[in-house]
């Protein structure tokens, strides 16, 4: 395979319920990619209220916002955070983005298809809930990771999630992480009881119920909201903490499975 037509594994990092985790995730399973030799690039898709940035610490001068209007070049929008990954930063305070016309969808397209060629892994890093926008970056996606922390809240918004995107892209499987669990092996525990929810209530006459992929549990710590507070990756200010060695061995587990998958 050459080099214009080798293809990046997409992936879109999603949640039904805010807050869960999914921005500081995207950034430091990149960083984790990025030190194990993958080009990597995230993408913030919370375009309108975009995040990436400002955890990174990067003062982005233009986004993907002017990308999708023509006004610069996309070489001139990517920026290259701390650990080696690059980052295509969104744009805050911007309401187009509630409804997609076909031509957004389109140019969007075509933008990912131009970064494929460029990476080994594109991350699209999106907003909460079950938005046209997430809708259509979930999409594009060869796999899908749904983040949730153990309440029954993010849980319930989390199986909503599934519920919807894995039917729109007929998916049989998607990956799932439990952020900020209390106690190790919840969640293993919250995998079986979200997949036994899924195969009682979608299964289809077309269809399986979608396999839920555990890819790791990360425990609640302190360090993490001190970490995003100094604007800094925890990956870097302390890789050998039990968060930044869950992280490193879900982007361990994530890479594995899309190789074996490319297979
Ligand atoms: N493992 C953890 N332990 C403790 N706090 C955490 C953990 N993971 C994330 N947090 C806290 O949760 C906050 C929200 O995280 P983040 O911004 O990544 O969520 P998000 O899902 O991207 O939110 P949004 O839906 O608004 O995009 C972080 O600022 C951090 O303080
Ligand atoms: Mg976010």
Same mark, same amino acid.
């Given at each position: 395979m050459n080099e214009a037509s080798r293809k990046a594994h997409t992936i879109a990092v999603t949640s039904g319920k805010g807050g869960v985790g999914k921005t500081f995730l995207s950034a430091n399973i990149a960083a984790a990619l990025a030190r194990a030799g993958r080009r990597v690039l995230v993408i913030d898709a919370d375009l309108g209220l975009a995040n990436l940035d400002i955890i990174l610490n990067l003062q982005p001068k233009s986004t993907l916002h002017d990308v999708l209007n023509g006004v610069v070049e996309l070489e001139d929008v990517i920026l290259t955070a701390p650990c080696g990954f690059s980052v295509l930063p969104a744009g805050s305070g911007i309401a187009e983005y509630a409804r997609l016309s076909g031509e957004l969808r389109e140019r969007m397209r075509m933008l990912l298809d131009r970064l494929g060629s460029r990476y080994d892994c594109l991350l699209i890093d999106t907003g909460a809930g079950i938005t046209d926008l997430v809708q259509y970056a979930a999409s594009l996606a060869d796999e899908l990771v749904v983040v949730t922390t153990p309440e029954p809240t993010a849980l319930a918004d989390a199986y909503a999630t599934i519920k919807v995107l894995s039917a729109d892209c007929h998916r049989s499987r998607v990956h799932l992480v439990i952020n900020q669990v209390r106690r190790p092996g919840e969640g293993v525990t919250l995998t079986k009881q979200l997949q036994q929810v899924v195969d009682r209530f979608l299964t289809s006459a077309e269809a399986p119920p979608p396999q839920l992929g555990f890819l790791g549990e990360i425990p609640h710590d302190a360090d993490v909201p001190a970490a995003v507070r100094s604007r800094r990756l925890l990956l870097e200010s !302390?890789?050998? !903490?039990p968060v930044s060695l869950a992280i490193t061995g879900i982007a361990g587990r994530l890479s594995r499975q899309l190789l074996a998958s490319a297979a």
């Open positions: !302390s890789p050998g !903490s």
